[in-house]
């Protein structure tokens, strides 16, 4: 059964950062395509990163361009999304996800995703 934790949100001012880590277990997690989406109150969820199983592609929502990285560490089964300069807007939960087709591209659409974790809380402060 697959399983997605992911951890590291938390209260930071504006201008600060974090570093959130989501980590899977029970399958084969390094041929599947991870993805980041996040979800604020009242609004809708949507797409934040993917990145391609063997790292080497990745992709970013432009409202985070140049201020998150995704990233993944195969060998821990661990898939990361280093968030900079957050701003009040960037206040959500956050969700990763599993595509699980093996050797395929992450995807900005959701319904691409088969598994999600539980989500974290990232609070941005003005």
């Known amino acids: 059964q697959v399983q997605l934790v992911e951890s590291g949100g938390g209260l930071v001012q504006a201008g600060g950062s974090l570093r959130l880590s989501c980590t899977e277990s029970?399958?084969?997690?390094?041929?599947?395509?991870m993805g980041w989406f996040r979800q604020a109150p009242g609004k809708e969820r949507e797409f934040v990163a993917a990145?391609?199983?063997?790292?080497?592609?990745?992709y970013d929502a432009d409202s985070v361009k140049g201020r998150f990285t995704i990233s993944r560490d195969n060998a821990k089964n661990t898939v990361y999304l280093q968030v900079t300069n957050l701003k009040p807007e960037d206040t959500a939960v956050y969700y990763c996800?599993?595509?699980?087709?093996?050797?395929?591209?992450?995807?900005?659409?959701?319904?691409?995703?088969?598994?999600w974790g539980q989500g974290t809380q990232v609070t941005v402060s003005s």
């Open positions: 029970g399958r084969t997690f390094n041929t599947y395509a």
């Open positions: 990145i391609s199983w063997s790292g080497a592609a990745t």
């Open positions: 996800a599993i595509r699980s087709l093996p050797y395929y591209l992450g995807t900005r659409d959701a319904n691409d995703y088969d598994y």
